[in-house]
């Protein structure tokens, strides 16, 4: 079920209005539970078995791994769940690509006979709730998380539905607590609270809902249009195309993607769970390493704390650690799709990560330097971190490595050719100007920061002014033929 | 109390948007039925254009986009006189081969005997809005269009409703419809100066994007069925303005040609080129379009040569 259709609203009315009726907290649980299970099962058919699947394999191997006393046994325990979870996760996203790469590899060797590919279907929303069973496992391995108490309680964990499909990816430690709030009852007795729709989350979490389907259905599919025509055949594009169509993608998955996010974390606001920020104006970023501290911040400090520290971090020797960032970046390309576009997008971030520890660790106190402290400074750090963010987008949304490298020697190498600049903008005046008002709208809640909740503390009148033209934006624009959310593909 | 308010609120805003969608769509009826005028012209509304009786005298179709809807049938049926032949402009808004494909049973089942079909570069090279048109199969014309279409492209009406904001156009109310012109509504129109084609963007930005294969592909299908349903197939290539012309390369222009020198020899039809024959004229509602102005009649004359030639009257 796609946020961004009539049946998700219908749902979710019904929703919270079923969950404002029930008064008990453990049925309210079951609903929840039970609402989560038919949005996925909406989409995704019989695939919701591995969802129930990868439930019942981590909530049983916490418990175990908790009670266990030997390290061993704990250790085995970790194991199964992980390959439980990544085998899962493997055979079905990237079962196609390895056979692909060994037919390749097998044709080089003059191997006659080619391994038949599995055209199976990926289940959606795998890579998130996989990574997030595994993040509570490894949690109660190292000590740092309790089991969930009841089974309910994690499985509703696993598929509250606002972030199923596509994040943000939430830890156990921070969304298991919300589930048992205290209520303190006269003052003696503490009670579990139970789900309640309060006024400010409901207003705030209204807000952001509507602002994440502005994002997404006037500013990313709109936008899209000018992407999709210059990257469905870069070649023999000039290298105003291919910035104009770079620009035109980093801010459609921006949009796209925030946009899913902001839905999300308003929806399950509005039910009374705080979801962490997933993003926070990554085209601001000063550096690559910020980038990554402002853009799908719930995989990359999944990606730190599980992943980069696990293989020593920045605490080993200075090449190690180089290695460790590039291996991180590499598997965070993979993880967004079994495909070589993916790799390279990870690969240039783990070199640019890398570059950048090398020029600090040669000039230590360079990022202190008071130039970099001043506007121009700041503007110039952005400016260059954007650059390369930029050209790395072109691996991840132009297919064929032909393309990928031509559009990449247009993007880097000026040709200086404006024959097409105003055929171009001509042929897309209205996606051109959405893109405009766009980034200047991302500039002013950077300079004016968070003015979705100023929004959201407006009187009802002037609050349903802003609604309305939201609304309108959204529907009397809509062109009919909406793109997919991209990372619903991830 | 207050819960409840909040919550109206987004309810209210839902409902208001959707009864203001509704309410430009009644408001601009014609506009968003581009190439769907048929539903609103009042000579079908009681029987739908293909349920007509076409047994009744020598059935000749014209097809094609808006470049053929250029020629006025009326005209064209009152220039050949023969009470025992009957013509109509099927041009639709924004017809491509692949779209037209839609139609084609539609059309045989009407058993006419000729079928003339003008095209033009633009067929085979589109910008890509332009595919938001689509034509009406019977199929759709008799269902519930609402669903088909009306909610379906809301920016592409309110393009067209604000468009016509500040513009003198009095949307349906200036509209004319043809009786046999069936699925294209006319505007009242003058001749503009030449001046103004300079700035329309039509001429520039058409070559970039398209679907030329499924156009080309498309337009066989077309010619083979027809044929095989023993309607004779004209191709005819539709007027262009010579700065429209002069937009278009050597190269384009070759590749045009052959297409259609390899549909002549391979279904043995009869191609006529108009494409370059008004060029110079003062002629032209646009870089791509002969005015149906009443006085011009240059256009309609020569249609009406070709079909008595084809026809053999």
């Given at each position: 079920m796609l946020f961004t259709t009539i049946e998700f609203i219908i749902f979710f009315i019904l929703v919270i209005t079923i969950i404002s009726i029930i008064k008990y907290r453990k049925f309210q649980h079951f609903f929840l539970l039970f609402a989560s299970y038919f949005f996925f099962y909406f989409s995704s058919n019989y695939l919701v078995t591995l969802l129930i699947f990868s439930t019942i394999l981590d909530y049983y191997i916490g418990k175990e791994i908790w009670k266990s006393k030997s390290l061993r046994r704990k250790k085995i325990l970790l194991i199964i769940s992980l390959a439980g979870n990544l085998g899962l996760l493997g055979f079905f996203k990237y079962s196609d690509f390895a056979i692909l790469q060994f037919n390749i590899l097998g044709n080089y060797i003059n191997l006659t006979e080619n391994i038949p590919l599995l055209n199976l279907v990926l289940p959606i929303g795998i890579s998130f709730y996989t990574f997030q069973t595994i993040s509570y496992t490894v949690d109660i391995y190292r000590g740092h998380l309790e089991p969930s108490k009841t089974f309910r309680e994690f499985a509703l964990f696993v598929t509250f539905f606002p972030q199923l499909v596509a994040g943000p990816i939430i830890r156990a430690k921070d969304f298991l607590p919300q589930l048992r709030d205290k209520l303190d009852n006269f003052g003696t007795r503490k009670r579990l609270c139970q789900i309640s729709i309060h006024d400010k989350n409901l207003k705030l979490g209204i807000t952001i809902m509507a602002f994440g389907f502005l994002k997404k259905m006037f500013f990313a599919d709109h936008i899209a249009i000018i992407a999709n025509d210059i990257f469905s055949?870069?070649?023999?594009?000039?290298s105003f195309e291919i910035w104009l169509g770079t620009i035109a993608f980093a801010f459609q998955i921006y949009g796209d993607f925030s946009g899913y996010s902001d839905i999300a974390i308003g929806a399950a606001l509005i039910l009374g769970f705080k979801l962490s920020m997933?993003?926070?104006?990554?085209?601001?970023?000063?550096s690559f390493s910020d980038f990554w501290k402002r853009w799908h911040i719930s995989l990359s400090s999944w990606f730190r704390d599980y992943l980069y520290i696990p293989l020593g971090g920045n605490k080993k020797s200075a090449i190690r650690s180089y290695g460790n960032l590039f291996t991180v970046m590499i598997l965070a390309g993979l993880w967004h799709g079994a495909a070589w576009n993916f790799i390279i997008w990870g690969a240039l971030h783990g070199i640019y990560l890398m570059i950048l520890k090398i020029i600090e660790k040669i000039f230590p106190r360079l990022s202190q330097h008071f130039f970099f402290k001043t506007r121009n400074g700041k503007i110039i750090s952005i400016l260059v971190t954007q650059y390369f963010v930029f050209l790395a987008w072109i691996p991840f949304r132009v297919q064929g490595i032909d393309e990928i490298i031509y559009s990449i020697s247009k993007f880097v190498i000026i040709d200086f050719q404006f024959s097409e600049v105003i055929p171009i903008l001509m042929s897309h005046k209205i996606p051109v100007f959405i893109l405009i008002l766009f980034i200047a709208l991302h500039f002013i809640s950077y300079r004016k920061g968070n003015f979705v909740e100023k929004i959201s503390k407006l009187n009802l009148k002037i609050w349903f002014v802003v609604l309305m033209i939201i609304s309108l934006s959204i529907i009397l624009f809509y062109n009919g033929n909406p793109e997919d959310f991209i990372y619903f593909r991830f | 109390m207050s819960n409840f308010k909040i919550a109206l609120i987004p309810i209210l805003v839902i409902i208001i948007t959707f009864s203001l969608l509704g309410f430009f769509q009644i408001l601009d009826l014609e506009s968003q039925?581009?190439?769907?005028?048929h539903m609103l012209n009042p000579h079908f509304i009681e029987t739908p254009f293909f349920e007509n009786d076409f047994s009744k005298s020598r059935t000749i179709f014209l097809l094609g986009s808006s470049q053929v809807a250029s020629s006025n049938v009326t005209q064209v049926n009152d220039l050949i006189s023969n009470k025992n032949i009957s013509i109509y402009n099927l041009a639709t808004s924004g017809d491509t081969p692949s779209k037209r494909i839609d139609q084609l049973n539609d059309i045989i089942s009407s058993n006419p005997e000729i079928v003339f079909y003008g095209i033009s570069y633009r067929d085979f090279k589109f910008p890509y809005n332009y595919n938001i048109s689509y034509i009406p199969t019977s199929e759709q014309i008799n269902s519930c269009f609402l669903e088909e279409y009306f909610i379906s492209n809301p920016e592409l009406l309110m393009r067209y409703f604000l468009k016509s904001i500040g513009s003198k156009d009095l949307g349906i109310l200036s509209k004319t419809y043809m009786k046999n012109t069936p699925f294209y509504d006319y505007k009242p129109v003058l001749i503009p100066n030449d001046s103004k084609f300079i700035q329309n963007d039509s001429v520039k930005t058409?070559?970039?994007?398209?679907?030329m294969h499924e156009n080309i592909s498309s337009i066989n299908t077309i010619i083979s069925e027809f044929q095989s349903n023993n309607i004779k197939v004209v191709i005819f290539t539709t007027p262009l303005h010579e700065l429209y012309l002069k937009s278009i390369s050597d190269s384009q222009k070759e590749q045009f040609d052959k297409m259609l020198s390899n549909l002549s020899v391979k279904y043995n039809v009869e191609i006529y080129k108009f494409e370059e024959k008004y060029s110079e004229l003062n002629i032209w509602q646009s870089p791509d379009h002969i005015s149906?102005?009443?006085?011009?009649?240059k256009y309609n004359e020569d249609i009406a040569s070709m079909i008595i030639k084809e026809s053999e009257l």
């Open positions: 055949n870069p070649i023999g594009a000039t997933n993003f926070n104006k990554p085209y601001f970023a000063t | 039925l581009i190439g769907g005028g058409w070559v970039k994007h398209c679907n149906y102005h009443k006085s011009i009649t």
